[in-house]
């Protein structure tokens, strides 16, 4: 078949093709990736149509792809068995660029980065022409009848369609052929490092990738078929000597990380997986990994504490980008569940989701409804607490850096979600008199005293311990050696409105009323009594006079060193709740 069509490449790219080519020679172990990834996604598309259309594959069908490097042509030939591409499929999706920003491209090109930023930009494909001189692109869809080849040359300012004069023989899929420049060919033909460059980009890929070397098999057998272009002409060299594929070598023997069993995964391994799959620049601080039953069907989970909280998570603004990816039977479908898969307080945490049977057919509301969807949200955020709590109790060092970034997230979740309040009040710190550090309130009630019922605390929005611990109000308190918590933070104060009491005891504002100890002793009660008759006549007169600014006048005992004080009851508003309340009415 001589000929085929011509066409010129979209101004932008042949000029885009020689900057990648020339920015990213240090670089070009990528094309391995990104081809792969190309394969990858080929495939996902087949295994999604099947969820929903399963005549797509054969009975018994693998989808699967094959590298094969032979060494006697200089080229690598990269096949997969996934959705293929149309004659139009080809010259859109290879010779024209979807996404724009080619500007943006170059502009970060030059600051470097280039390797990550070929595949984040759709570019993923040129990247065959950091090793090739020349490649062709066979490929044949389900329903095509004829399959077609596209053929470019690096340099080149456009491309070539022809039908493929060896007929239909892909079935249904791609066959990349690169024909490799000479110093690529000595490198890239070595097997190990093919090999090598294989496996470390093939967490992702579901699909088994085979590889498998000429040099390695006997002359007897012929390569896959590659096609040739010889002045205008296409010939096929070899006649096609399908290879068994006993004689093939699985490369990525190992399913993909989420479907193992964690102890077979390293720290790395889930380090790297974070940050490929949420795209972070950084490590996570932790992890939790583990399967669960969500009514009718099951699922697999990884959830992730990122190292650090987004900036703007405290605006109201604030929308999770790329927290979540949600795949179905190994296939991903959706990283978008809505802005509230998770609760708002939570929204930060990284979630990857498995699950085996969910309906397809709908829309993302509808998905988000489903009931497997709900239980298993639930799941996930209980599991985070629990994540929270191990860290606390392994490693308080580590959970007093997780919880600077991330507590005022946790006392939001306290007031907000009363199912999981209990576990979440658990994970709570608070300033206090007992120790230079935060503390929790469970060595708080472990530090109680005899007959103590209450835990003191007074409400000081935006004062700092060293001023609070000088309040009239603790003085007496801490005189008689009780902790008292300072609440240095104004959500502290709305986290005990919703938590009452914690452990038996109840939460007491020592600037209202109500304080008791657990020590007074019978002198005490009977001093109090004689100081109320003695002083009966000043109370009486200070109530006349002051009757319009307060409800009552009271002798107290809760004193050391001031005369009086003026407190709030034990029902009405804080001072410091009346503080919060006036800013947030302005
Ligand atoms: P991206 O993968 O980001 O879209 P690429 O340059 O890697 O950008 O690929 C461009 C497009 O070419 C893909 O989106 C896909 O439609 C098509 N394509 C590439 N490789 C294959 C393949 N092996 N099978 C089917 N389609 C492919
Ligand atoms: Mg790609």
Redesign the pocket.
Known sequence: TAGGESYTYQSDIARLMRVVVSHLYHDRDVFVR??L???N??LE?VRLIALTDPSILEPAEQLNVTVLADKDSGRIV?R?S????SKE?LAA??GTI??SGTSEFLENLEKGDGGNLI?Q??????SSFLVADRVT?A?KTADDTEQWVFESEANADGFKIVKDPRGPTLGR??E?TLYLKPDAADEYLDLPKLRYLIQKHAEYNAAPIYLWSSASLDPSVNAVPVVEAEDDEIKVEDEATAVEQPQWDLVNDRPPLWMRDSKDVTEEEYENFYMKTFDSPDAPLAWAHFKGDAGTTSFRALVYIPSALPNDFYSKDYISLNSLKLFVKRVFITSDLGPNYLERHMNWIKVFIDVDDLPLNVGRDSLQKTKALAQIKKNLQKRVYDLFAQIASQDPSKYAELYEKAGVALKVGAVEDAKNRDRIVKLLRFTTSAQENSTSLDEVVARRKQGQTQIYYIAGAGQKKDSLEKSPFVERILARGYEVLYFTDPIDEMVINSVPTYGGLRFQDVAKDGVKFGDEDDDEKKEEEDLKSTFAPLVGYLKKELAEFVDKVTISTRLTTSPCLVTAGTYGYSGNMERLLAAQNQ
Do not use: P, W
């Open positions: 990104e081809l990834s190309n394969a996604d080929a598309k990269i997969d996934g959705v293929g591409m499929q999706n290879l979807a996404r595949g930009f759709g570019l993923g494909f040129y692109v490929s899929g791609t990349i």
